[in-house]
């Protein structure tokens, strides 16, 4: 099992937690800054507050095995 990542929230700046495993899909919606959205399967999307690169850098890091996102 990889390790889990942190990313904020961009809401209230809370931290959140995801399994790299888990995710299906990153990507950014529209907006200025866009949006990162982190969709697990076909239901469950999470918004946060990293921007696209540094989010798909952090979640390849820790599904590699690296201490990324600690």
């Known amino acids: 099992m ?5 990313f904020t929230s961009p809401g ?3 931290p959140i937690y995801v399994n790299p ?3 299906s899909v990153v990507y950014a919606f529209k907006g200025e800054p866009p949006d990162t959205i982190i969709a697990f399967r076909k239901d469950f999307h999470l918004v946060v ?7 798909v ?6 599904a ?4 990324a996102g600690s």
Request: hydrophobic residues 40%.
């Open 2 to 6: 990889s390790k889990l990542v942190k």
């Open 12 to 14: 209230d700046g809370k």
């Open 21 to 23: 495993d888990q995710v």
């Open 49 to 55: 507050k990293e921007d696209l690169d540094e989010t």
């Open 57 to 62: 850098a952090m979640l390849d890091a820790a």
């Open 64 to 67: 590699a095995g690296d201490a």
